[in-house]
């Protein structure tokens, strides 16, 4: 607004007090508006929803760049057996009938990620495109839980920053480097959470619920727990359908397990697992053996959760865990009493991973709850804290504990991007994407196990060079080396007491070859040397089909070829 002065001057160029009246109104209706705008929760909700997004998605364009691989995998089984999966379930590969079928058969592995996998085009002829597929699972899982943590706190810069402790956990970046299941399996776990905790809930959502909740137990076995916590949560709640909603969960899964039995004829279970540990209840003094196997579980669910946290644990991670889990209980506690699904999910899942016989795989097992634990601890401050102090009244302290946990990661994201910027041979940089790079060693023996590893897929790949696909090998690395292969591996049997039987070998075809590794392994619960089983082989019934050596002339791999009886 333009003022005229009693001179018929305009007060655009005046110095006069009308040009400081004007300049002092103007002031006051800028700021008005922006008060106005301070006090909207429309406009506080929308800023803070943009900026969450920004930052995810600045974290996505990291998460890529990490993950960014097209060279190796199957190092791990799991991935090996997801791909080949992935191939048989694929309608833009051909692949080998007979072996897909034997994996189809033998795996144990729930079938949703590697359709994911094979609806996308990715399998074991295009690793990359099998990696951007787990990392944008990963991203809107990250989405996801930003949204539940958001309703859970009503606080955006705590929502989006216990996404970020998460995301860049040594746990949460070195898993995302391999082809697993787990994050596609967070995603329909958290939208289920997610779902769940608004009021109220509609029949709609309820649908939602039960199939999220049946997609994720369609991803990972471990899923099941999902589904007894979603059972116990409908009907303590008495829900409307909650017959119906339980059914459609369970049905997914149900589906695939008569699949799976009756149409592939699948041999692939959990049972031997169930069955060595009730021959272990069997043949130890429960008095003995059960105390030794729940405190070898626990140092492993302990050790898991460290892990996540830090790749090398400090003093200040393993008080920082501490105090999280100590922060956490409170919460949990509370929520059980009020039957929240997320806190029975998160009792039974803890309470199977308790149980699962091989502590050695809890920091994979545990990486799902880890999540949960976080927002559980904040809560759990927040209520300690409420009252204490604020920043514009934000939690003092609870702002104080997030910071701590996230200082417990920067030492495992300095060595994560120290090593990444080592300088590496052309020939191996694609093996800065993996898991492989990061393990606290030496750069000289990285270096040499990662050239040991690609002369050893080099090797599997020209084992189909002399196995007919109709034949079979034998191999302690059977992931890996039929990955590579393209043809069907057995371990052979463990390395027990009597003299090994080549005429009773692999039912129900006997197998021909042996493909030995330089490495050793495990077959059950026995650990086997390099180049097992050579040294019960007996020599007068082998020959060597070839062999593979480095450039040390060490070998790396040798092929035997099982001769026919004299």
């Known amino acids: 607004m333009v003022r005229v002065l009693p001179d018929g001057k305009d007060n655009r160029h005046s110095k006069g007090p009308w040009a400081f009246a004007a300049v002092e109104q103007k002031m006051a ?22 900026i969450s997004v920004i930052i995810i998605f600045a974290l996505a364009a990291f998460l890529y760049a990490l993950s960014w691989n097209s060279v190796s995998a199957g190092f791990l089984s799991d991935d090996a057996v997801y791909l080949l999966m992935a191939d048989g379930f694929s309608p833009f590969r051909a692949a080998e009938p007979e072996l897909i079928h034997y994996v189809m058969r033998q795996s144990l592995f729930p079938p949703f990620y590697p359709l994911l996998l094979a609806a996308f085009g990715a399998g074991s002829a295009s690793l990359l495109l099998a990696h951007l597929i787990t990392t944008t699972a990963l991203v809107l899982a990250l989405l996801v839980y930003s949204s539940w943590t958001y309703s859970e706190t009503k606080d955006r810069l705590a929502a989006v920053w216990l996404v970020m402790i998460f995301a860049l956990s040594p746990g949460t970046l070195l898993q995302d480097l391999e082809i697993l299941s787990e994050f596609p399996y967070l995603l329909f776990s958290f939208l289920a959470l997610w779902l769940a905790a608004r009021n109220p809930i509609t029949a709609r959502g309820y649908g939602l619920i039960a199939l999220s909740v049946g997609l994720a137990a369609l991803t990972r076995t471990a899923g099941f727990s999902l589904i007894l916590a979603l059972g116990m949560w409908l009907f303590r709640h008495r829900t409307a359908g909650r017959v119906k909603w339980l059914a459609l969960a369970v049905a997914p899964s149900l589906i695939w397990i008569l699949y799976k039995t009756f149409v592939i004829g699948s041999q692939g279970g959990y049972g031997q697992l169930w069955l060595w540990l009730w021959e272990q209840l069997k043949n130890n003094k429960l008095t003995e053996f059960v105390p030794f196997f729940f405190e070898n579980q626990s140092e492993g669910l302990w050790r898991g959760l460290l892990l996540n946290l830090n790749i090398d644990p400090s003093p200040l991670a393993k008080t920082v865990l501490g105090i999280t889990l100590l922060a956490a209980l409170p919460t949990w506690i509370r929520r059980l009493r009020s039957w929240r699904l997320d806190a029975w999910y998160l009792l039974v899942g803890g309470a199977m991973i308790l149980l699962y016989p091989f ?7 545990v990486l799902p709850l880890v999540p949960i634990v976080l927002l559980y601890s904040y809560l759990g401050v927040l209520s300690i804290a409420s009252g204490w102090g604020a920043i514009r009244w934000k939690p003092l302290l609870a702002y104080g504990f997030l910071a701590a946990l996230s200082l417990t990661l920067l030492p495992s994201l300095g060595f994560i991007a120290h090593r990444f910027n080592e300088p590496i041979d052309p020939e191996l940089a694609a093996w800065k994407h993996t898991r492989y790079w990061f393990r606290l060693e030496s750069m000289e023996k990285i270096t040499a196990d990662l050239t040991f590893r690609q002369n050893l897929i080099h090797a599997a790949r020209e084992v189909r060079q002399w196995v007919p696909e109709s034949d079979c090998v034998f191999g302690v690395h059977t992931g890996i080396a039929m990955l590579y292969s393209r043809r069907i591996f057995l371990q052979p049997p463990p390395p027990t007491d009597g003299a090994y039987n080549l005429s009773a070998q692999a039912p129900p075809q006997a197998c021909h070859y042996f493909f030995l590794m330089s490495t050793a392994g495990q077959i059950g619960n026995y650990q086997v040397d390099a180049f097992y089983p050579n040294d019960r082989l007996p ?14 002339n060490a070998p790396t791999a040798i092929l035997l070829r099982l001769k026919p009886p004299a």
């Open 359 to 365: 502590p050695s795989f809890s920091t994979r097992l």
């Open 29 to 50: 209706y800028q700021k008005a508006l922006r008060t106005e705008a301070a006090s909207n929760p429309n406009v506080r909700r929308t800023g803070g929803m943009i």
């Open 539 to 552: 020599a007068d019934r082998v020959e060597i089909v070839h062999a593979w050596e480095d450039a040390h």
